[in-house]
């Protein structure tokens, strides 16, 4: 069972605005950076979002996060079919002590 | 440019250890201010943190899993290994291994994975 609570799919038209919500708790997210990854079909997860919304080197501008309180988002603007992928929050939860990871989103480019 | 590549069995029995190695390219392990670590991806997808260990040798697990895992650096041949004993199918996952600046994230570059069964 997950840690953060993730709607299981999302969905937008080419070029329009998805956006994944990531629910947690005042011992992770309320406290703590959140993380996003992006995972392709049959490939590793990859870093999409640190420190709640700073973006690596490489992730276009289009990918953005945000927090408040106890709950993260990602929002993708101009969707584009190769951002179909399954995409997972995580964050450090300090009555577990342990990282949590959400349960992941499926995101579909109609 | 960093690279991570896990190695080891694909299939492990019940009851015993599961024992995988990921070893490190194109950067130093030791004397590099970075966490190593593994996470593990059962069948449904869910992700889970198993741990990891600081170039000087500090350790940090899950602790759901923490009794079965052990997680070592070998800085001379630029490798990290795990062990999680006593397994059972619910060990069954694609395992990764991973970089991060902290113990606690974010994981980045990630190994490419590799799948573990455990059956008899």
């Known amino acids: 069972q997950s840690g953060l609570t993730q709607p299981p799919s999302a969905s937008g038209t080419p070029g329009q605005r998805a956006s994944i919500s990531c629910s947690g708790s005042s011992s992770n997210i309320g406290s703590n950076y959140v993380y996003w990854y992006q995972q392709f079909p049959g490939t590793a997860p990859k870093l999409l979002i640190y420190?709640?919304?700073q973006r690596p080197s490489g992730v276009p501008d289009r990918f953005s996060g945000s927090k408040s309180g106890t709950s993260a988002s990602l929002a993708i603007s101009g969707l584009r079919s190769e951002d179909e992928a399954d995409y997972y929050c995580a964050v450090w939860d300090d009555s577990l002590s342990s990282v949590v990871f959400g349960g992941g989103s499926k995101l579909t480019v109609l | 440019q960093l690279q991570l590549q896990e190695s080891g069995p694909g299939l492990v029995k019940p009851s015993e250890t599961l024992s995988l190695t990921c070893t490190v390219s194109g950067g130093s392990i030791s004397g590099s201010s970075y966490h190593w670590g593994w996470i593990r991806q059962s069948p449904g997808k869910d992700l889970e943190w198993i741990g990891a260990i600081y170039y000087s040798g500090t350790t940090y697990y899950n602790p759901s899993l923490k009794s079965r895992v052990t997680i070592s650096v070998d800085t001379s041949k630029n490798q990290f290994s795990l062990k999680v004993n006593s397994v059972t199918a619910a060990d069954t996952a694609v395992y990764y291994c991973?970089?991060?600046?902290?113990?606690?994230?974010?994981?980045?570059?990630w190994g490419q994975g590799t799948l573990v069964s455990v059956s008899s």
């Open positions: 420190r709640n919304n």
């Open positions: 991973t970089r991060s600046d902290y113990h606690s994230g974010p994981f980045d570059p």
